[in-house]
């Protein structure tokens, strides 16, 4: 069995993440988790600032600070300047108070607001690899791909909530825009292209089950076949 063909259309998008690389500045974000997922979404905006404490890490923050909690992050003025000026899409902002170990007020810096948008990751056309780690050999999705009839277009965009409203947290950019970030070099970002991402099947599997395509028993054993490797019985 062959891996799904990609569609060109994805040779165009990234994903930014968190590195989770030490030491850089994080931040607690003094807001629910539901709340920080809706101001990042473009969903709500705040009545006022939204607290950001230093958590752990550097005392000087990055360009980009991540929080303990999920959620999108907090930028730079930096960051805003190059999304600015570069004339980029699917994004807004909303003020935060960022705050250093010393609780003293670092300015420069605004809450990270998507507003561009594609539909939900389509599984179906992931390949799965099996990769080997201390308890054994377990299934990955490689390549998170959305329906690229479903992008609005937008430099920067997160997935639409499915029918559920369960959404995911990914954070898609063009290529366009990640030449740009690694020409001013833009520090803590971990970029991956759209092909190299991996995600457990187990991830999905746990809590987003409605996503995973309908031939995912085939496509294990012929992943398990091809690497030669016997498939754990929970898998």
């Known amino acids: 069995m062959s891996p799904p063909?990609?569609?060109?259309?994805?040779?165009?998008?990234?994903?930014?993440?968190?590195?989770?690389?030490?030491?850089?500045?994080?931040?607690?974000?003094?807001?629910?988790?539901?709340?920080?997922?809706?101001?990042?979404?473009?969903?709500?905006?705040?009545?006022?600032?939204?607290?950001?404490?230093?958590a752990m890490g550097a005392a000087t923050p990055?360009?980009?600070v991540w929080k303990t909690s999920v959620g999108?992050?907090?930028?730079?003025?930096?960051?805003?300047?190059?999304?600015?000026?570069g004339g980029f899409t699917g994004w807004d902002t909303y003020p935060v108070?960022?705050?250093?170990?010393?609780?003293?007020?670092?300015?420069?810096?605004?809450?990270?607001?998507?507003?561009?948008?594609?539909?939900?990751?389509?599984?179906?056309?992931?390949?799965?690899?099996?990769?080997?780690?201390?308890?054994?050999?377990?299934?990955?999705f490689r390549g998170h791909f959305f329906p690229p009839e479903s992008w609005d277009g937008s430099d920067l965009f997160v997935e639409r909530k499915d029918g559920r409203g369960?959404?995911?947290?990914?954070?898609?950019?063009?290529?366009?825009?990640?030449?740009a970030l690694r020409r001013h070099r833009i520090k803590n970002l971990r970029i991956q292209h759209t092909s190299e991402v991996e995600v457990s099947v187990s991830v999905y599997a746990i809590g987003e089950a409605s996503w995973l395509p309908p031939d995912l028993e085939a496509r294990l054993a012929d992943a398990y076949a091809r690497r030669g490797v016997p498939r754990p019985v929970t898998v």
Not at 117 to 130: H, K, M, Q
Not at 166 to 179: D, E, K, P, Y
Request: glycine share 10%.
């Open 97 to 140: 108070d960022l705050v250093d170990k010393a609780g003293d007020w670092i300015p420069g810096y605004a809450g990270l607001m998507v507003t561009g948008r594609c539909d939900p990751v389509d599984l179906s056309r992931s390949e799965v690899v099996v990769r080997q780690f201390p308890g054994g050999w377990f299934p990955n």
């Open 5 to 54: 063909r990609r569609d060109r259309t994805d040779d165009g998008f990234y994903l930014l993440s968190d590195p989770v690389s030490n030491p850089p500045f994080r931040g607690r974000m003094l807001a629910t988790s539901d709340e920080g997922w809706a101001f990042g979404r473009a969903e709500a905006s705040p009545d006022s600032p939204v607290r950001v404490e230093w």
């Open 166 to 179: 369960s959404g995911s947290g990914a954070l898609h950019a063009t290529a366009r825009l990640i030449r």
């Open 62 to 64: 990055s360009d980009v």
């Open 72 to 85: 999108l992050p907090v930028v730079s003025r930096r960051v805003i300047q190059l999304l600015e000026s």
